[in-house]
């Protein structure tokens, strides 16, 4: 059973420029969340999918974008980076049952920097 | 009102200490309260969770003891070790019935045990 893998793990970009970040979820999990992570900080929600929908979505801008594929991966995008982005993003895949009880499996991150 | 206040912020024990760490909140929408361990370069990943009307549950050396009157939850170590050395998070999540099961998290605690 393979994990929850994120890429690329370390990128940086300029102020103004977009990213996408990527998540395979975990076999057998068909809810993604994204998690945004500041150094030294808890992680905050952005947004969770469910069968390639969103079903939730936390206090992040609109240019915070995502989308859940059939397969449950996903794809985080950011645009017009500001450098307040500057954070480690995390993805998180779970089944529905776990994600009642609060079980979320998350991947190693993504260290986004914004110069 | 949906944040979840975490202290101490940072923490040394020696080996075979019992580090406390506490967990406050305010939402009485939350339903699942669950831990969260991460080491460096790693993502969060579960320790232990509990139900509001439970008020200790306990998973090999890890106790959650809650208290659902004063809102607050606490995570007990057992005999701890140098392994144990991590950032740990306390966690809340909102139920179905908000229409966004995700998880609040604290700001977390560096735990630093001493051989």
Known sequence: ETGVTQSPTHLIKTRGQQVTLRCSSQSGHNTVSWYQQALGQGPQFIFQYYREEENGRGNFPPRFSGLQFPNYSSELNVNALELDDSALYLCASSSSGRVNTGELFFGEGSRLTVL | ?115
């Open chain 2, 1 to 115: 009102q949906q944040q979840v206040k975490q202290s101490p912020q940072s923490l040394i024990v020696q080996k075979g200490g019992i580090p406390i760490i506490n967990c406050a909140y305010e939402n009485t929408a939350f339903d699942y309260f669950p831990w969260y361990q991460q080491f460096p370069g790693k993502g969060p990943a579960l320790l232990i969770a509990i139900r509001p009307d439970v008020s200790e549950k306990k998973e090999g050396r890890f106790t959650i003891s809650f208290n659902k009157s004063a809102k607050q939850f606490s995570l007990h170590i057992m005999d701890s070790q140098p392994g144990d050395s991590a950032t740990y998070f306390c966690a809340a999540k909102l139920g179905a019935a908000t229409g966004r099961r995700a998880l609040t998290f604290g700001s977390g605690t560096r735990l630093q045990v001493q051989p």
